[in-house]
C-alpha cells in the first residue's frame, strides 16, 4: 500500500473551499428567508393607500451577515472549539497544572469591579450622566441575575421545568406595593414579608404538580402564571387592575436617610450635595448588588447541603432517588418555595425601583427570558447565568442606544424591532455552539475516592 501523507496547505485549501461553498449556501437560504419579511415592507402614502416599499439595501445586509457568518464559523470557528476542546481534555487529565491568577480569583475580581462600576460611570459621565448607565445596565442586569439564580435553584439543581415563575415576581412586587400604601410599612420590613408570601405561593404551586413531571408540569407551572397574571387585572378592588398602582413609597437607607425630595433627612440635603435622582439609582444598585450576591451565597450552601443534594438527586432521577429514601414531596416543596422567595425579593425590589407596577410587567415573556437565560448561561452554574443576563439584557439595551444604525439604514430603521431577531439568532448560534450553555462543566457536590470535572462538550444531559 502507498504511504498516504497529508498536506497541511491542501487541508488548509479544502478547509477554505468548503467554508466558502456553505456561505454561499448560506447567503442563498437567508435570501429565499428574508426577502419577504425584510426585502418588502407595506405601508402607506399620503393618500392612504397600501403600497410595497422596496429595502434591498436591508436585505443585502443580512444576506451578507449570513454568507461571511457561515463562512467565519467553519473556516474559523469550528477549529478553534475543536482546539479548545482537545485543550480541556489535557487540563482534565493533568489536574496538576496550576489555574492562572485570574481564574483562581474570578469572584473577588468581578465583586470588587461591580463595586466600583457606579463611581467610575459617576467620575466619567458625571452625576446625572450616569443615571442611564447604573440604572439600565446596572439594576436591569442584576434584577434579572438574581431572578434567574431564583429560577435555577428549581430548573438547573431539582430538575423541575417552572414556566410560570414571573408569577412570584408579581407576588412581592404587589405585596410591597399593597402593603407600605396601606399600612405604612418600610422597605425593610416589607422585603423579607415579600419573600415569606411568595414562598407560601411557591408551596401552594408545588402540591398540585408532585406527581407531575416534563411537560405537564410545563403547562401546569404555565398555568399557575397566567392565573396570577389574570388576577391582578380582575381583582380591581385591590390590584386596580390594567391601571396598576403607582405612588410607590421609595426605600431609605435603614430609615436613616431617605430619598424624598421634601423630607428633613434627604441624603442630598445631609451631605451638602446638589438634588439628583442619581443618588438614589446608585443606592438601588448597591441594594439589588447586596440581595444578588446573598442569592449566590445561600444557593451556594444550600448546594452543599443534604437538601442541595436531595435535589441534583431528583434532577438526575426520580424513581432512584426514591429508592434512596429520599422523600421527593419535602424536595420539590422546598426546591419551590425557596425558588420563588427569591424571586418575591426581586420583585418587591422592582415596585422600589419603579415606583409603579401594573400586570404589563409580569407577563409570559419575563418567564420566558428568564428561563432562557438559566439555560443559556448553563443550568446549575451561577457565573455562566451571570454571564448570559449581562449578554442578554445588556445587548438589547445596547440596540436602544444604537440610533447611528438609522444613518445607515434609514431614518425609518427603528433597532428595537430587530432585538427580538437578534436575540432569537444569538440563542440558535449559543445552542448550537454550546448546547450546555456557556459554562457548561459538570461538576457533582458529592463524589467518591477523587475529584474528576467532565468537561460539558463530552456530555448529554442527563448523562455523565
Not at 80 to 100: F, G, I, L
Not at 107 to 115: E, G, H, K, S
Not at 376 to 383: E, K, R, Y
Request: aromatic share 14%.
Amino acid at each position: 500500500m502507498a504511504n498516504i501523507t497529508t498536506n497541511p496547505e491542501s487541508a488548509g485549501g479544502s478547509l477554505t473551499a468548503r467554508a466558502l461553498r456553505e456561505g454561499f449556501y448560506a447567503g442563498i437560504v437567508s435570501l429565499g428567508l428574508f426577502v419577504l419579511f425584510v426585502g418588502l415592507e407595506t405601508t402607506q402614502n399620503i393618500r392612504n393607500e397600501l403600497v410595497l416599499r422596496q429595502r434591498w439595501g436591508l436585505l443585502l445586509t443580512f444576506v451578507l451577515v449570513a454568507a461571511v457568518g457561515r463562512f467565519l464559523t467553519v473556516a474559523y470557528v469550528r477549529p478553534w472549539v475543536a482546539a479548545r476542546k482537545a485543550a480541556a481534555v489535557a487540563r482534565v487529565r493533568d489536574e496538576s497544572a496550576p489555574d492562572s491568577f485570574f481564574k483562581r480569583n474570578f469572584n473577588a475580581i468581578a465583586i470588587v469591579a461591580l463595586i466600583l462600576y457606579p463611581i467610575l460611570a459617576m467620575l466619567i459621565f458625571g452625576v446625572q450622566g450616569s443615571l442611564k448607565w447604573v440604572d439600565n445596565f446596572g439594576i436591569q442586569i442584576l434584577i434579572y441575575v438574581m431572578l434567574a439564580w431564583g429560577l435555577n435553584i428549581v430548573v438547573g439543581l431539582a430538575g423541575l421545568l417552572d414556566l410560570g415563575y414571573v408569577a412570584f415576581y408579581a407576588v412581592g412586587a404587589y405585596s410591597y406595593a399593597l402593603l407600605s400604601q396601606h399600612f405604612g410599612f418600610s422597605f425593610w420590613v416589607l422585603l423579607p414579608l415579600a419573600g415569606i408570601l411568595a414562598a407560601f405561593w411557591g408551596m401552594i404551586l408545588g402540591f398540585p404538580v408532585l406527581r407531575l413531571k416534563g411537560d405537564y408540569l410545563a403547562i401546569v407551572t404555565l398555568a399557575f402564571g397566567e392565573i396570577i397574571r389574570l388576577v391582578l387585572i380582575n381583582w380591581t378592588e385591590v390590584t386596580r387592575g390594567t391601571f396598576g398602582i403607582s405612588s410607590i413609597p421609595k426605600a431609605s437607607v435603614f430609615g436613616i436617610w431617605s430619598f424624598d425630595v421634601g423630607a428633613a433627612n434627604n441624603f442630598a440635603k445631609v451631605f451638602g450635595l446638589p438634588m439628583s435622582s442619581a443618588y438614589y439609582k446608585v443606592f438601588l444598585f448597591y441594594l439589588i448588588l447586596a440581595l444578588a450576591l446573598l442569592t449566590a451565597y445561600v444557593t451556594i450552601r444550600l448546594r452543599r447541603m443534604p437538601v442541595g443534594r436531595a435535589w441534583e438527586a431528583l434532577r438526575e432521577d426520580e424513581i432512584a432517588c426514591r429508592s434512596l429514601g429520599i422523600n421527593t414531596v419535602t424536595t420539590k416543596l422546598t426546591a419551590f418555595s425557596i425558588g420563588a422567595m427569591f424571586g418575591g425579593f426581586a420583585g418587591s425590589f422592582f415596585a422600589v425601583r419603579q415606583g409603579f407596577v401594573s400586570p404589563e410587567s409580569f407577563v409570559f415573556l419575563e418567564s420566558a427570558i428568564i428561563l432562557s437565560i438559566v439555560v443559556l448561561g448553563g443550568m446549575g452554574s451561577l457565573v455562566g447565568i451571570a454571564v448570559a443576563a449581562a449578554v442578554m439584557v445588556g445587548g438589547t439595551e445596547l440596540l436602544r442606544e444604537m440610533q447611528f444604525l438609522k444613518q445607515i439604514f434609514g431614518p425609518d430603521f427603528t433597532p428595537e424591532l430587530y432585538r427580538m431577531l437578534i436575540f432569537g439568532l444569538a440563542m440558535v448560534i449559543v445552542m448550537v455552539w454550546k448546547p450546555r450553555g456557556f459554562v457548561g462543566s459538570r461538576e457533582p457536590t458529592a463524589f467518591l475516592k477523587e475529584r474528576k470535572a467532565v468537561s460539558g462538550s463530552f456530555t448529554k444531559e442527563g448523562h455523565g
